[in-house]
């Protein structure tokens, strides 16, 4: 299998695992069918401002994650930040810090680039990411709509200085 193809599938499958039962389900499909398709996930990993990893256990593929820097990030905020686009972890590995480990390396990558914060948006009924970040170190600083099909949600905007 490709990597196109694996990135495709884990972005899915753990799209839909997080937040299909709280949405309508015709938005839902629209919003997956664009979002996730290969043409789209094809065009943000040949963006050279968006970096995606994969995240194994043994011989298992467990999570991944993207990182936006410059114009690839969803909101302006210049050459000094670094977004955390998207954090997934599949279903079955998800209590196991994968993702306490993911934050320290990006933190750590995120200082090596040279940027002073590291910022991501996280849907605000999401209460157990928003809770994750807190432990974090991550604050609220803002919020911008997020919009899945044709209903409109808020993301909180949070933000962790690195420096």
């Known amino acids: 299998m490709s990597d196109l193809d694996m990135l495709t599938n884990i972005s899915r499958q753990t799209f839909i695992d997080a937040f299909e039962k709280e949405n309508n389900p015709e938005d839902f499909k629209t919003y ?3 979002a996730f398709s290969k043409e789209q996930i094809k065009t943000e990993i ?3 401002n968006s970096q995606f990893y994969f995240v194994y256990s043994k011989s298992d593929l467990v999570c991944y994650f993207k990182i936006n820097e410059n114009e690839a990030q969803a909101e302006p905020f210049g050459k000094d930040a670094l977004e ?3 954090i997934y972890v599949l279903k079955a590995f998800q209590g196991q ?3 306490a480990y993911i934050i320290s390396w990006i933190i750590e990558l995120t200082k090596k680039m040279g940027k002073t ?7 605000q009924q999401n209460v ?4 994750f970040y807190e432990r974090h170190g991550f604050t609220k600083f803002d919020t911008h ?3 899945i099909g044709n209903d409109r949600q808020t993301d909180w905007l949070m933000r962790l200085d690195v420096v």
């Open 145 to 147: 709509s997020f919009y």
């Open 117 to 123: 914060w590291l910022w991501l948006g996280v849907w």
């Open 128 to 131: 157990n990411a928003v809770k």
């Open 84 to 86: 955390l686009s998207r």
């Open 46 to 48: 040949l963006n050279s």
């Open 97 to 99: 810090n994968f993702g």
């Open 32 to 34: 997956i069918d664009i």
